[in-house]
């Protein structure tokens, strides 16, 4: 070959290589919890038929609910004319819609998170990982989180004598709400009210739904003044908020119960206990108010 002949490489282009359509869905939140369901090529249906791909055995899901095909042209999810409808991301599906890795996938109570392309099974790992220290339905930590956290943060206020102080809250007439608009409206109010909180929360601070319509807040370095103002801003954002389901207004407000790490508090559960009796005291002083 002549010393100044050029070389040709050919490179193929993106659209003529092959597309990796591995995908599957993992449960994270509902029954089956961290489950992971294989998506095969073709057709998937989702749906309340045990001859479905994937059965969700719920009254709010139909029975051939949604389906999703994997072709060369991606993964697409199409809803089924379901009677309550397929969400991605909290939205709506009408008609089909692309999935993307990470999307959230809500199909009656359940919700899967979507999981595409690479090393799935590592992927499925790593998801396994997070759902032990976040609450699939609301997205902030859980309360094996909030357990570990506290004792943590009661140990740094004590070595290094500073203020810490812990945020009780919980949903008023939670039960009404379920009973008046459903469960799945039940669900989006937890879900609303968590995204509301939380743009409120400092880098530092432990937000975690310590269970059912109770949520709580670790906050390092405060005093009992200060968490309490941070309590009453929550207390009227959340009060303030406009919460629509199913064009329905659903007005929502909360108890608050603050407590601040005192001498006497020997455990964590003993600050808790605090918090807590301050929570019940707002409750049964009326509700939508802040006790500390």
């Known amino acids: 070959?002549?010393?100044?002949?050029?070389?040709?490489?050919?490179?193929?282009?993106?659209?003529?290589?092959?597309?990796?359509?591995?995908?599957?869905?993992?449960?994270?939140?509902?029954e089956d919890l961290g489950r992971k369901h294989d998506l095969k090529q073709g057709e998937t249906i989702i749906g309340r038929s045990s001859k479905a791909d994937i059965c969700i055995d719920q009254e709010a899901v139909s029975r051939?609910?949604?389906?999703?095909?994997?072709?060369?042209?991606?993964v697409r999810i199409k809803d089924l004319g379901s009677t309550n409808g397929t969400f991605i991301n909290d939205e709506l599906v009408e008609g089909e819609r692309d999935l993307r890795n990470g999307d959230l996938v809500k199909i009656g109570r359940t919700i899967f998170k979507y999981i595409a392309g690479g090393n799935i099974e590592?992927?499925?790992?790593?998801?396994?990982?997070?759902?032990?220290?976040?609450?699939?339905?609301?997205?902030?930590?859980?309360?094996?989180?909030?357990?570990?956290?506290?004792?943590?943060?009661?140990?740094?206020?004590?070595?290094?004598?500073?203020?810490?102080?812990?945020?009780?809250?919980?949903?008023?007439?939670f039960k009404q709400i379920n009973d008046q608009h459903g469960h799945l409206a039940g669900d989006y109010v937890l879900k609303q009210l968590a995204s509301t909180v939380r743009t409120k929360i400092r880098r530092e601070d432990v937000f975690a739904r310590y269970g059912g319509e109770e949520f709580a807040i670790i906050l390092p370095e405060i005093e009992l003044k200060g968490?309490?103002?941070?309590?009453?801003?929550?207390?009227?954002?959340?009060?303030?908020?406009?919460?629509?389901?199913?064009?329905?207004?659903?007005?929502?407000?909360?108890?608050?119960?603050v407590a601040v790490l005192k001498p006497e508090h020997r455990e964590a559960g003993d600050l808790v206990g605090a918090a807590d009796a301050k929570l019940y005291?707002?409750?049964?002083?009326?509700?939508?108010?802040?006790?500390?």
């Not at 009060?239 to 119960?257: E, N, W």
């Not at 005291?281 to 500390?292: D, L, M, P, Y």
């Open 227 to 257: 968490a309490k103002q941070f309590a009453e801003k929550v207390r009227q954002l959340v009060s303030k908020q406009l919460i629509t389901f199913d064009k329905q207004h659903i007005p929502v407000t909360v108890s608050v119960g």
């Open 64 to 74: 051939n609910h949604a389906e999703i095909t994997i072709s060369k042209k991606g």
């Open 1 to 30: 070959m002549a010393q100044n002949e050029t070389v040709v490489t050919a490179i193929s282009k993106i659209s003529d290589r092959p597309l990796n359509l591995d995908a599957a869905l993992v449960v994270i939140h509902g």
């Open 122 to 173: 590592a992927a499925y790992h790593d998801e396994i990982y997070r759902l032990t220290t976040m609450d699939g339905l609301t997205q902030v930590h859980n309360r094996r989180y909030f357990d570990e956290q506290i004792d943590r943060e009661l140990s740094r206020a004590r070595r290094y004598e500073r203020g810490l102080s812990l945020v009780m809250l919980d949903i008023d007439h």
């Open 281 to 292: 005291e707002a409750k049964t002083g009326g509700r939508n108010r802040v006790c500390g």
